[in-house]
């Protein structure tokens, strides 16, 4: 299962302590195939957590894949050092010559934010666009997600009463669905966020795929756009949420305690992953149906012309 990245990312350990194939460039440059092109488009504060939580998604299959770590253009991040991000990433300028087989946009802690207050959301505008003529296909993350469907789709968000926070039930509704081979009836899903979409704004060739009583639509298919839009966090670890709640609780802040997460609602125990198998199943789904209808000649990505 290799997945390519910088030799030095810390990242790097993590995936092989965990059994991950990370392939170094003197291997692949000896294979005489074409590896497919990934990108992760990473807009979170965190990069080191977030990037080794997709890679090693991304990793989850016998296909080689080239995975190229992409940040905006604005410099502040609260949690990467600079020389981090000059040794590991790329400016979305840098490399939006490229075509990519696959491409990730994750979340941002902006929720409460509007869309256009965002101070890199002209360069997002840019890349939701791009995506359409240099990706095949591009899976859209929480934030991101709600962001794609506001621009392409003119989808509506409101704010809901109260923090949808833990691990919630959810239904598969289209278990043919190329994505969601395998998947069982029902799944745990990881939820953090303060908004939801409107399911009256939504467009008829949008497909839901994931949805919940509960916390409202988890997936859905976006077959026009050659897009995925994952509005929870099937990538998280086991204790992406729990770091989340006891933050809040040393800042002081009124957080409840995470639904169904703790064992016997313990704060002090480790939570269980209980989504982890459908999380590789659904990146394994994914980049197969990618492999399977991407171009070969990379150049042709985004043409139609295959």
Request: with cysteine; charged share 25%.
């Amino acid at each position: 299962m290799p997945i390519r990245i910088p030799d030095q990312l810390p990242a790097r350990v993590t995936l092989e302590n965990e059994g991950v194939v990370v392939m170094d460039q003197s291997r692949s440059a000896r294979q005489d195939i074409r590896p497919l092109q990934f990108g992760l488009l990473n807009l979170m504060p965190n990069k080191q957590r977030t990037e080794t939580q997709f890679a090693r998604l991304i990793a989850s299959t016998p296909l080689q894949i080239d995975l190229t770590l992409v940040r905006v253009a604005d410099p502040l991040s609260k949690s990467t050092p600079e020389d981090y991000l000059q040794n590991f990433y790329s400016a979305w300028e840098d490399v939006r010559s490229k075509k990519f087989d696959g491409f990730v946009v994750t979340g941002a802690p902006i929720a409460n934010m509007p869309f256009e207050d965002v101070r890199y959301w002209p360069e997002m505008l840019e890349i939701m666009d791009w995506t359409q003529t240099n990706v095949h296909h591009t899976m859209f993350i929480c934030w991101g997600a709600q962001a794609a469907l506001h621009h392409l789709h003119g989808v509506k968000r409101y704010r809901m009463e109260h923090k949808a926070f833990g691990v919630y039930r959810h239904k598969v509704l289209d278990t043919r669905h190329p994505f969601l081979r395998g998947f069982s009836d029902d799944l745990a899903v990881p939820v953090s966020r303060y908004n939801d979409i409107d399911r009256e704004s939504l467009p008829a060739d949008l497909d839901i795929l994931i949805d919940s009583d509960e916390v409202g639509i988890c997936m859905l298919d976006d077959r026009k756009y050659r897009a995925a839009y994952m509005l929870n966090h099937l990538e998280y670890d086991n204790t992406s949420l729990a770091d989340e709640y006891h933050r809040d609780i040393e800042a002081g802040l009124e957080t409840p305690m995470p639904v169904d997460l703790f064992p016997d609602n313990d704060p002090a125990r480790m939570p269980e992953n209980r989504w982890r198998s459908h999380a590789h199943l659904l990146f394994q789904n994914w980049i197969n149906e990618i492999y399977q209808t991407t171009p070969y000649d990379l150049d042709k990505v985004g043409t139609g012309e295959w």
